[in-house]
């Protein structure tokens, strides 16, 4: 009679630890699934984030402003100024010159932070200064349209391009040369206003094949 109760006791014993290992792998499994369940979620955030920066990048790259259409007589004309803005107009291409100098100059442009830019103090003054020198500071001739490629390597900028930051440099740097005639060691040419015609075309190509 004693051994049939140790039996039964020593059979009770080892369903239990059966069930316990059972449970335990179920509880296991579970917790594994939740986890691949987490990471799964991550990673798909991950890619939204991803698309909505390129979504981002194009509508900067469509919004950018578009050439003035200047007539034949307009565009004789190298550089023309509203009434009464001469010299603020002067001032500004001085001060954009040296924030472009401080931010690409000396090989700086291969250190800039392009996701930084997006919303850096200076840089966006810097396009508000093109939009007003464009809209308000000059009057129809040559150099609206070095204003306008301004514009449109200020947005291309944004998308990382280094290019875009170099011509932009270049263009203050011969605007501040010509304009307030300041000594620089070299002229890069590259505005409508007071330009070669070969490095005026370079300009104009790499805006079309950069927004295109």
Do not use: C
């Not at 699934?33 to 984030?49: C, I, K, L, M, R």
């Not at 790259?61 to 190298?78: C, M, R, S």
């Not at 442009?109 to 103090?121: A, C, G, P």
Request: aromatic share 8%.
């Amino acid at each position: 009679m004693n051994n049939k109760r140790l039996i039964a006791i020593l059979g009770i014993i080892v369903l239990g630890v059966s069930g316990y290992y059972i449970i335990g792998s179920f509880g296991e499994e579970e917790l594994s699934f939740q986890e691949d369940v987490v990471h799964a979620q991550v990673s798909e955030g991950e890619v939204t984030e991803l698309s909505t920066e390129e979504s981002s990048d194009e509508a900067r790259v469509e919004g950018v402003v578009e050439e003035y259409q200047l007539t034949d007589a307009e565009a004789d004309i190298k550089v023309a100024y509203q009434v009464g803005q001469e010299q603020e107009v002067k001032r500004i291409i001085a001060s954009q010159h040296e924030y472009l100098n401080n931010l690409a100059g000396w090989g700086k442009v291969e250190s800039i932070n392009f996701e930084q830019l997006i919303d850096d103090r200076d840089w966006n003054q810097l396009q508000q200064d093109i939009k007003w020198l464009y809209e308000e500071g000059f009057a129809p001739s040559a150099i609206l349209n070095d204003m306008s490629h301004a514009s449109q390597f200020h947005t291309l900028a944004l998308t990382g391009d280094q290019m875009s930051i170099r011509y932009l440099h270049r263009i203050f740097h011969d605007l501040d040369a010509k304009i307030n005639q300041i000594d620089v060691e070299q002229i890069w040419n590259v505005t409508d206003a007071f330009g070669t015609e070969q490095e005026q075309t370079d300009v104009q190509e790499y805006l079309n094949s950069s927004t295109n």
